[in-house]
């Protein structure tokens, strides 16, 4: 059987929350999630490529706001996967699958690409193990971590086409001599091109703004798929989204929480002046779990030093509660 316990720098701590009782009917998440070293062993029978209902689900953190430095926005993300379990501690627990905890990867200096070489060996082990594996970023360098776990798992190698899903209001496509927050997606097309793969990408909440010319037209020529902020209506989302499940086996969500308006997730590097409504990238989020397609998901661009009274965190705790049902 697969081991359950990944290569980590920093091993799970203790999670924390509101008491009302021991009994399931009080549940919190606080209570039910085990770390990955007490988990006895793989439920699944761990098929690469089979997303079997229920498999548990593993939360990892990747401890880095190095790409978001080198983007030039505002450091401080490297704090953000003890704010998002601080944030999900509390909450009613009413998941139908286990939730484990594999600690932290981290990024404490310049050497992202180690860091996020270290991350993707982490999920391609999870993933090949069977587990469902959600990543608490970090910038959205993250992306580019989970990316090389995710190319790497059994699915993506036995041929499942993978298509990759992100809420932004940013391509995050620069064509920069160093990679960063701002590259992850550029990356992962060449990547693809380097492995003779089609690169199937699709944006929700892109805002023109915030975008150049020169970010359109790589997507364009990547034929990337983008809603923008403004066309962001309920059933536009989910008529697109729909889509693009369509036309894949597997799926990466990556959620930047800039994608959302400044009022809802203030704790971000590049806060959004019109943004995502809420209820939309929820139903998303729901959509999602629904598909029977999520392969792995992660949550990016928390930075806990700009959140007010924690609103950021707590949303990235919904969000990713939501799409663990
Ligand atoms: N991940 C960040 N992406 C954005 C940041 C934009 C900004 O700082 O204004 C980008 O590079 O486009
Ligand atoms: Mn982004
Ligand atoms: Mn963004």
Redesign the pocket.
């Known amino acids: 059987m697969a081991s359950l316990t990944p290569d980590v720098d920093t091993p799970p701590s203790a999670w924390t929350g509101r008491f009302d009782g021991d009994g399931p009917e009080h549940r919190r998440w606080w209570q039910a999630v085990e770390s990955c070293a007490d988990a006895a062993g793989s439920d699944t029978n761990g098929q690469a490529g089979v997303l079997a209902d229920g498999r548990p689900a593993v939360l990892l953190g990747f401890c880095s706001d190095e790409g978001v430095r080198r983007?030039k926005?505002r450091p401080g993300a490297a704090a953000a996967p003890a704010a998002i379990r601080k944030a999900l501690g509390p909450l009613a627990f009413h998941l139908d699958r286990s939730v484990r905890d594999a600690g932290d990867v981290m990024v404490p200096g310049p050497d992202l690409e180690g860091g996020q070489d270290r991350l993707g060996s982490a999920v391609t082990a999870l993933l090949d193990a069977g587990h469902l594996t959600v990543v608490l970023g970090g910038?959205?360098e993250t992306a580019y971590a989970s990316y090389l776990g995710v190319s790497a798992s059994g699915a993506v190698r036995n041929g499942r086409r993978l298509g990759v899903l992100n809420l932004d209001a940013?391509f995050?496509l620069?064509d920069e001599p160093v990679p960063s927050?701002?590259t992850p997606f550029l990356q992962m097309a060449r990547a693809e091109a380097g492995a003779g793969r089609e690169f199937r990408y699709a944006v929700v909440g892109i805002s023109e703004a915030?975008?150049t010319r020169a970010l359109f037209d790589t997507a364009d020529r990547l034929g990337v798929r983008y809603l923008l902020d403004e066309d962001c209506e309920a059933d536009r989302v989910e008529a697109f989204v729909a889509s693009f499940l369509d036309g894949i086996d597997v799926l990466y969500l990556t959620i930047?929480l800039d994608v959302l308006p400044a009022s809802v997730a203030p704790g971000v590097?590049?806060p959004a002046a019109y943004g995502v409504p809420l209820p939309v990238i929820s139903a998303v989020c729901r959509q999602v779990a629904r598909s029977g397609k999520l392969l792995h998901c992660d949550v990016a661009?928390l930075n806990p030093e700009f959140d007010l009274d924690h609103r950021t965190a707590r949303v990235a705790a919904r969000l990713v509660d939501t799409l663990l049902r």
Request: proline share 0%; hydrophobic share 5%.
């Open positions: 983007n926005g910038g959205h940013h995050d620069r927050s701002g915030n975008n930047d590097s590049a661009e």
